[in-house]
């Protein structure tokens, strides 16, 4: 080989090192820390099965973008692009580059860069040149609206036999769940006879971790009698505990016991003395109980 191929490859390979476009997004623990109502991104991508919340972004070329966030969309496509125009973004799509702010960021502008009514069936992985969301949302709430069912992925003029048929499959596997609207980020679920309450918590996950260890130490980490503490999820950077209450109760039964743990929690959030013996081995016991979710 020439020199001055040599000299060619060398600067073409430089290109792709300092390209962002090129280069593979940085795993991020945490992807939506810095956006107001946090908990509920990571209810979206992680916790809850079928809903729907609407946000605004501005695009990178200025343009605001309307936009319905979903959890999920038929086949575990990334976005559709409706043929009335509504563009809808899953959360929960397959795609993942290790930063999920950046994925659901590349489906919004994969989305509205296509025509209107174009299913994506697979979105380009972002990039460290994909913006983030935290880039294209201002400082607005999210406010998701839970579903019994996933008939919101189409519109009535939409259903075909085939159509109505796999929604109807896929509604049978749902699981049930209720937003505890008292609480932020408690949603009350229904799971092979088994009823569960998740609580997804805004807080560092080690503190949190330490905060409820001083709480089960304690005997303060339960909704009362008949409930239990099972562990915890590590969803997306933050802790979501996991409550088993009683199977024939409904979630607004146990609003007044989870607004009295959320206040024990807060107050051991501000603790700061050393752990005793017993608070370490309830800390020990979360964390070896814990799962990470993705």
Same mark, same amino acid.
């Given at each position: 080989m020439g020199k001055a191929s040599r000299r060619k490859r060398q600067a073409q390979g430089q290109g792709t090192k300092t390209d962002p476009e090129q280069q593979r997004a940085p795993f991020v623990a945490r992807p939506f820390e810095g956006l107001a109502d946090e908990t509920e991104w990571v209810a979206m991508r992680e916790i809850v099965p079928a809903a729907t919340a609407p946000v605004t972004l501005t695009l990178p070329d200025g343009n605001p973008q309307q936009v319905t966030l979903t959890t999920v969309l038929p086949g575990a496509m990334p976005a559709l692009h409706r043929a009335d125009g509504e563009i809808l973004v899953a959360c929960q799509a397959r795609t993942s580059s290790g930063d999920a702010s950046r994925d659901i960021a590349q489906a919004v502008i994969a989305a509205v860069a296509a025509e209107p009514g174009t299913p994506l069936t697979s979105v380009r992985p972002a990039t460290m040149g994909t913006p983030r969301l935290q880039d294209l949302i201002d400082d607005q709430g999210l406010t998701p609206t839970v579903h019994e069912d996933?008939?919101?992925?189409?519109?009535?003029?939409?259903?075909?036999?085939?159509?109505?048929?796999?929604?109807?499959? &896929?509604?049978?596997?749902?699981?049930? &769940?209720?937003?505890?609207?008292?609480?932020?980020?408690?949603?009350?679920?229904?799971?092979?006879?088994?009823?569960?309450?998740?609580? @997804?918590?805004?807080?560092?996950?080690? @503190?949190?971790?330490?905060?409820?260890?001083?709480?089960?130490?304690?005997?303060?980490?339960?909704?009362?009698?008949?409930?239990?503490?099972?562990?915890?999820?590590?969803?997306?950077?933050?802790?979501?505990?996991?409550?088993?209450?009683?199977?024939? &109760?409904?979630?607004?039964?146990?609003?007044?016991?989870?607004?009295?743990?959320?206040?024990?929690?807060?107050e051991a959030l501000g603790q700061d003395d050393p752990l005793t013996p017993q608070e370490r081995r309830a800390r020990e016991g979360l964390i070896s109980r814990q799962v990470t979710l993705r």
């Open positions: 996933f008939s919101f992925w189409m519109d009535q003029d939409e259903v075909t036999p085939e159509a109505a048929a796999a929604l109807e499959q &896929t509604n049978e596997a749902a699981v049930p &769940t209720v937003k505890i609207e008292e609480l932020p980020s408690a949603y009350w679920c229904k799971m092979g006879g088994r009823t569960y309450i998740r609580w @997804i918590l805004p807080d560092d996950e080690d @503190i949190a971790v330490v905060a409820l260890a001083r709480l089960q130490a304690a005997g303060e980490h339960t909704l009362g009698d008949d409930t239990e503490l099972l562990g915890a999820f590590r969803a997306a950077g933050l802790l979501v505990p996991v409550l088993e209450v009683s199977p024939d &109760t409904e979630a607004s039964d146990h609003v007044e016991a989870l607004l009295a743990l959320q206040g024990r929690y807060a």
